[in-house]
Nanobody
Framework: QVQLVESGGGLVQPGGSLRLSCTVS????????VGWLRQAPGKEREGLLC????????YYSDSVKGRFTISRDTANNTVYLQMNSLKPEDTGVYYC??????????????????WGQGTQVTVSS
């Protein structure tokens, strides 16, 4: 059974940092992409970054370039999203997802077929 479980969300002040984790099971990170997406209040879900065995950081959103990075620990089946210099507009529910139909990151940042349940990130003073 394919599962993705996010953790690490919470409340952080503007300018702060958070690291989200996505622990996966039922598939291997060696052969499948994993991406991070977020959904801000009142907005559609937005693809942020993706990682595969071929490319470390595929960015879908200019708003996070230079501040967010994605990495993975294949031995522990975990993908991370390091978020620095957080802004109030980064507030939202953050999801990790995978596409088991492909070994590559999707052309558009939301074309995945398995999703986690999400973790809330709130950036506020």
């Amino acid at each position: 059974q394919v599962q993705l479980v996010e953790s690490g969300g919470g409340l952080v002040q503007p300018g702060g940092s958070l690291r989200l984790s996505c622990t996966v099971s039922g598939f291997t990170l060696l052969y499948s992409p994993v991406g991070w997406l977020r959904q801000a209040p009142g907005k559609e879900r937005e693809g942020l970054l993706c990682i595969t065995s071929h490319v470390d950081n595929t960015y879908y959103s200019d708003s996070v370039k230079g501040r967010f990075t994605i990495s993975r620990d294949t031995a522990n089946n975990t993908v991370y999203l390091q978020m620095n210099s957080l802004k109030p507009e980064d507030t939202g529910v953050y999801y990790c997802a995978t596409d088991l139909r492909s070994a590559f990151c999707p052309r558009r940042g939301y074309e995945y077929n398995y999703w986690g349940q999400g973790t809330q990130v709130t950036v506020s003073s």
